[in-house]
């Protein structure tokens, strides 16, 4: 895996309507979380110590990172390696997403510019 950020999308798909994706990013070993993060909420510069997938699946995501920025809204996948430094503020209407513990193409996506 290399030590870029990637992103790819998926059609936009609600909360409600997840278990596809969910199946398709469940680790071998770890867990899926749902993080709801209401306006305004920043979890500012960090990095973790295993690879992370997130889907956004309603609202947007200023989404920041060492070189650049990006604004990922319902349908867009971060590809997150490990010890990456990154942060996140999310916008107007906040944001529901998945986050996997570990790096998974998700079926039927396509890769899209940073």
Known sequence: MTNEIRFSQIPPTALTEAAPIISQILPHQGSIEVQNDQPGKEHSWHTHPTNETL?????SVRFYFDGGERICSSGDIIHLPSHVRHGSVALDEG????????????????????
């Open 55 to 59: 889907v956004i699946l309603e609202g």
């Open 95 to 114: 944001c529901i997403y998945l986050i996997a513990m570990e790096a998974h193409r998700v079926e039927g996506s396509s890769d899209v510019n940073a």
